[in-house]
């Protein structure tokens, strides 16, 4: 099997490595990973702004490494597109990320977004993640539970093309319970934007990627510096299926999503209301 796995958090994350060391098994290893964190990318690329650096790290037999100075659908557009063709990975995985991405935190992440891009070559995609964003989280669960759900992933594959399959594990020190099929919850963030506070973002971003802060330019005349923080609220607090609740509840959650997003129950709809005419 060929394998081609990326994530967000950069080629230097443990989720990363741990992930590779529990693929090696299953056969060619091919990493393609952003040379810096790239959280919140979703489906970002870099566009003709700028060059992108590229650097092959390492290769020995049955794994090889690069990484990319841009985003991590970037990572495997180039993998796809200047590694392996003509040829094509037999699947995608992105992981392991530090940090859950459920509900619709799913629209945001570039773990999600760089499984898609797999997803979009007709290439099965699997992301996953863990609800810890501990540089130094204990993945020991995953290395245990998550083989024998990508054996079945793999043995079961669609015969339809286009699914990511988002699989998220509890925090490290949540007593496990099983594994459940999930559903996405909504979820939605309140009072996103704070004033600016180097003390707490300093402990945000090295709780989150480790290392050094990187320097920030003063900010011009006039401008004032906010950054992201925010309030999760769980509108499906009530839906026993929901991804979030079965997470609490210490299962691993499965959710199926299709990179087609369109609704055909509201298309239907929309149709019998006229909306389809003739000029």
């Not at 994530?7 to 230097?12: A, K, L, S, T, V």
């Not at 539970?145 to 992933?153: G, H, N, V």
């Not at 992201?228 to 199926?256: F, R, W």
């Given at each position: ?175 496990l319970k099983g594994v459940r099929m ?85 298309n239907g709809r929309l149709k019998a ?7």
């Amino acid at each position: 099997m060929k394998i081609l796995v990326t994530n967000d958090d950069g080629y230097n994350s443990k989720g990363l490595r741990t992930l590779v060391k529990i693929l090696k098994p299953y056969g060619e290893i091919t990493v393609v990973s952003p040379k810096k964190h790239q959280s919140g990318m979703s489906m970002a690329v870099n566009l003709g702004q700028s060059p992108i650096p590229v650097k092959k790290l390492s290769e020995e037999p049955g794994e090889r490494w690069w990484y990319l100075g841009g985003t991590p659908s970037s990572c495997v557009k180039y993998g796809l597109d200047n590694i392996f063709w003509p040829d094509k990975p037999d699947v995608v995985v992105s992981g392991i990320n530090h940090g859950g991405n459920f509900g619709t935190a799913y629209c945001y992440s570039g773990t999600i977004g760089a499984a898609s891009e797999g997803a979009i070559g007709y290439i099965p995609a699997i992301a996953v993640s863990v609800d810890a964003f501990d540089p130094d989280a204990d993945f020991s669960k995953v290395e245990k539970y998550f083989p024998p759900i990508f054996e079945k992933l793999m043995a079961n594959l669609s015969d339809n093309y286009g699914f990511i399959y988002n699989i998220n594990f509890p925090s490290p020190g949540t007593p496990l319970k099983g594994v459940r099929m999930a559903k996405e919850a909504w979820l939605r963030w309140e009072n996103e934007f704070v004033p600016y506070d180097e003390r707490l973002f300093r402990l945000k971003l090295l709780t989150m990627v480790g290392g050094e802060v990187p320097r920030f330019p003063e900010p011009e005349e006039g401008e004032s510096l906010f950054m992201m923080a925010g309030d999760i609220v769980n509108d499906s607090v009530n839906d026993p299926e929901a991804d979030i609740n079965l997470l609490s509840q210490g299962y691993i959650t499965i959710s199926a999503h299709q990179l087609l997003s369109h609704d055909l129950e509201e298309n239907g709809r929309l149709k019998a209301l006229g909306f389809e005419s003739d000029f």
